[in-house]
């Protein structure tokens, strides 16, 4: 093994000391964090989790998906085929 940095080593360890109590139980720890947390007096602030954005569906044949059929239609008109070739060769901008 490489190079250790003393400060992860330190950290892991604590943690590992942290957990051996609770047997590396995951729920247990956070239980008892969440206890001593609330043991400490400090104002604990919840906040409503984040949702993420909602995509919105653009119907079919709406200005915006028209215009971006034009455009890729506009994309492919400016492909190059090569003589006796199938595949496009050279995008022109």
Not at 8 to 26: I, Q, S
């Amino acid at each position: 093994m490489g190079w250790e940095d003393p400060i992860v080593k330190e950290t892991r360890a604590r943690c590992k000391a942290y957990a051996e109590p609770f047997k590396h139980d995951l729920d247990a720890v956070f239980q008892d964090i969440r206890t001593l947390q609330g043991q400490s007096g400090r104002k604990v602030v919840a906040r409503e989790p984040r949702r993420p954005e909602q995509k919105r569906h653009v119907a079919q044949g709406s200005g915006a998906a028209t215009k971006r059929k034009k455009e890729d239609q506009n994309n492919l008109d400016r492909i190059i085929l090569a003589p006796g070739v199938k595949q496009p060769g050279i995008i022109l901008s």
